[in-house]
């Protein structure tokens, strides 16, 4: 609780209102933390029918929740524009590509949105900034290549198709863009800021709602000691980029939508020692294996991330910190039966059958891409408060829920 609450103040600091802050829902999916941070003054960003109910069960209100993602089915559509028609709309749903545009306008307009009784839905469009982001290829979303977004003509085209065809059932309001997770320098990300401004300030002089501009997130979480810029670093930049815009164009609502920078730090994944034994003649001849793996932790199997690990035991008597036991290297590997659950090599005391580990920075991505692949139900999520005491947030997955 208490690093949630630091990482959301700072955020806060560096993105001040009337900036608006969301929180990027599938970074994690656990209600009890969405509900936390929205205390802290932030909004949930989803982009799944399913990430909805969580933010509705964590308490968000409909008119701070924006919704995105490049899967928005027809049911995810017609979810939207049925709230609105009941008068609680979200905040906004950001479009994809003309082929959802064209989707949305012809369910908008079948449930007669923007009538007398029923108010319009506010869209913003998803710019595919083409930038070179500095981060690894598989968090590179704002990349020219990447299947997210549109790009400018596209964007214009849609923009104008909105406006001329939805019949008032919809109302353009902006550009919504993301560069990528984990950036290491603020430059791709400057870049595409200055791009979603100069279009916004185009299509905002025939459109005079037109005027947020959506930031995204991507601020970095990195290996300790080496954290990367900032969030108030890459918050720096947006004053000398305002001021090459003409008032009048300029948006009069911004948006950042964090993720894993509001709750990586605060998780930690304990884990239990299963194996210990030696592979003579390996590049590393100690090798661990715990009973938590990818099925809880996916991201060093699936992109190489690294977490460091703690041991928290060292033959099941605690670890007395840094003048504790001696420490060697230890293959640290997960339980499941594929050979790509690997957690890294790590400086580990002697452990044994029974002993506990700490895998660090695991609140992000863990708990919302988990699996209960090899039929190992999920784990449970426990909020450690400030005061002290243990709070159950989503309990342990059971064997009856299988199948």
Not at 119 to 141: C, K, M, Q
Not at 267 to 291: I, K, Y
Request: charged letters at 25%; glycine letters at 12%.
């Amino acid at each position: 609780m208490a690093v949630l609450r630091a990482a959301a103040a700072e955020v806060a600091v560096a993105f001040p209102d009337p900036i608006i802050r969301q929180f990027s829902v599938k970074a994690n999916d656990v209600s009890g933390v969405v509900a936390v941070l929205h205390g802290f003054g932030i909004g949930a960003n989803i982009v799944s029918g399913g990430e909805w109910a969580i933010a509705r069960r964590a308490g968000v209100a409909h008119d701070r929740i924006t919704i995105e993602g490049i899967g928005k089915t027809d049911a995810d559509l017609r979810r939207a524009v049925r709230l609105t028609a009941a008068g609680t709309p979200p905040a906004w749903l950001a479009i994809e590509s003309p082929d959802e545009a064209d989707a949305l306008i012809a369910i908008a307009r079948r449930a007669r949105l923007g009538t007398a009784d029923r108010p319009p839905l506010d869209v913003l469009f998803r710019l595919n900034p083409a930038v070179v982001p500095e981060t690894t290829g598989g968090l590179a979303v704002g990349a020219a290549g990447a299947k997210f977004g549109m790009t400018e003509t596209e964007l214009t085209s849609t923009v104008e198709r909105v406006a001329a065809d939805a019949d008032g059932a919809l109302v353009p309001r902006g550009i919504h863009l993301h560069v990528g997770s984990q950036l290491g320098a603020i430059d791709a990300w400057r870049d595409a800021v200055r791009r979603g401004l100069a279009l916004l300030g185009l299509l905002r002089g025939g459109l005079g709602r037109f005027d947020t501009l959506d930031l995204g997130g991507g601020f970095p979480v990195g290996p300790l000691g080496r954290p990367g810029p900032r969030p108030e670093r890459f918050a720096r930049e947006l004053a000398p980029l305002l001021e090459t815009i003409p008032v009048d164009r300029q948006p009069r609502r911004l948006v950042v939508e964090p993720g894993r920078f509001l709750v990586a730090r605060a998780g930690w994944l304990v884990a239990r020692v299963l194996h210990v034994r030696g592979r003579p003649g390996a590049d590393v001849e100690r090798q661990v294996v715990l009973d938590a793996g990818m099925t809880e932790l996916i991201r060093p199997a699936l992109y190489g991330a690294r977490h460091e690990i703690e041991a928290l035991t060292s033959h099941r008597r605690p670890v007395a910190g840094p003048v504790g036991a001696p420490v060697s290297a230890a293959l640290v590997e997960g339980p499941v039966c594929e050979s790509t659950d690997h957690l890294g090599t790590h400086d580990l005391p002697p452990l044994r059958r029974g002993d506990l580990v700490a895998v660090r920075d695991a609140g992000a991505y863990a708990a919302s891409l988990g699996s209960t692949y090899n039929g190992r139900p999920r784990p449970a999520q426990v909020l450690f408060e400030e005061v002290g005491s243990l709070r159950l947030v989503r309990r342990r997955g059971r064997v009856a829920d299988l199948g």
